[in-house]
């Protein structure tokens, strides 16, 4: 069913030509997106030229597979180290989360939508990939798996939910893009219990968080 040709293979690797261009040049982020087939996290039906293009991609339930760019651009600022535990917000497709246990993370994520939960766990399982799927509300985060030493938001935020901040451990960092129409990507860094840095890495546009949405299994 999943099929990983030489032309998925060239294709990709042109994208991440493309990526180091614009400026990636983390080698564990690039190999991670070398690996990874992007194409399986869409419909089948699409051509692949499309799965590696660097563009956004509508999925189900209205959202959508952010462009390789900001999926590289988010796993870059987050810096995984092998074995860290990281908590993702906004499991999706699931290509973000399957990138982040490419990095040798212990990945925990959470998604709120039935529908893409399901889907995503299933295809995960079925790739191989060792992440541990939940079914909640990303604003109060994984509290009986915390803390995290990083978090990622891949949704945009109106605000830094304070839940996700609690569960970061000193010394951790979250990357999180936040505003209401567009919004800005930040890095916050977790100097000690009261002590937050905030460093802003420019414009970006993200579908947004959600509330209370089709939560009940």
């Known amino acids: 069913m999943y099929e990983d040709t030489t032309r998925h293979k060239g294709l990709r690797k042109r994208l991440i030509d493309e990526l180091k261009s614009k400026g990636i040049s983390d080698k564990k982020v690039l190999e991670a997106m070398n690996t990874v087939p992007r194409h399986f996290f869409m419909e089948l039906s699409l051509n692949?030229?499309?799965a590696y293009t660097d563009t956004a991609v509508y999925i189900e339930?209205?959202?959508?597979?952010s462009r390789p760019f900001t999926v590289a651009f988010q796993s870059q600022l987050l810096d995984v180290k092998k074995n860290e535990k990281v908590l993702e917000i906004g499991t999706g497709s699931g290509y973000q989360t399957a990138i982040l246990c490419s990095l040798n993370a212990n990945v925990y994520t959470v998604e709120r939508q039935q529908e893409l939960f399901f889907s995503a766990r299933t295809l995960l399982l079925q790739l191989g990939?060792?992440?541990k799927c939940v079914l909640a509300d990303?604003?109060?985060g994984l509290s009986t798996f915390a803390p995290f030493?990083?978090?990622i938001v891949t949704c945009g935020a109106p605000?830094?939910?304070e839940a996700l901040i609690s569960q970061l451990k000193v010394g951790g960092s979250m990357?999180?893009?936040v505003g209401e129409q567009s919004q800005t990507m930040y890095k916050i860094i977790k100097k000690s219990e009261n002590c937050l840095e905030k460093l802003n890495y420019g414009d970006c546009l993200f579908v947004p968080m959600l509330e209370e949405k089709n939560l009940t299994i």
């Open 129 to 131: 990939y060792k992440a």
């Open 149 to 151: 030493d990083k978090i």
């Open 159 to 161: 605000f830094i939910p």
């Open 138 to 140: 990303g604003y109060k």
């Open 61 to 65: 339930q209205g959202q959508t597979i």
């Open 48 to 50: 692949p030229k499309i």
């Open 175 to 177: 990357v999180i893009p």
